[in-house]
């Protein structure tokens, strides 16, 4: 069990600093200005960060829990 909570931190580490900088690579590429240079709302950059930061999370889960469940049988 501790190993699944020790992994489960550290995916949601992972989530908090994907979502930084996955929004913020997706904000530099697709900025929210329109051409007469007018903000809104950017929530297809949010969504986008949203599912790959998702997707990152669980990726690290398995692999600390792997890593860890390795050095555990050692």
Request: proline share 4%; charged share 15%; aromatic share 14%.
């Amino acid at each position: 069990m501790k190993i699944y909570s020790i992994a489960f931190l550290i995916s949601i580490v992972v989530l908090a600093a994907s979502i930084v900088v996955v929004y913020e690579i997706a904000d530099y590429m697709n900025p929210p200005v329109t051409e007469d240079g007018h903000r809104y709302m950017p929530t297809g950059n949010v969504f986008i960060t949203m599912i790959y930061s998702i997707l990152f999370a669980v990726l690290s889960f398995f692999i600390s829990a792997r890593i860890l469940r390795r050095k555990n049988r050692s």
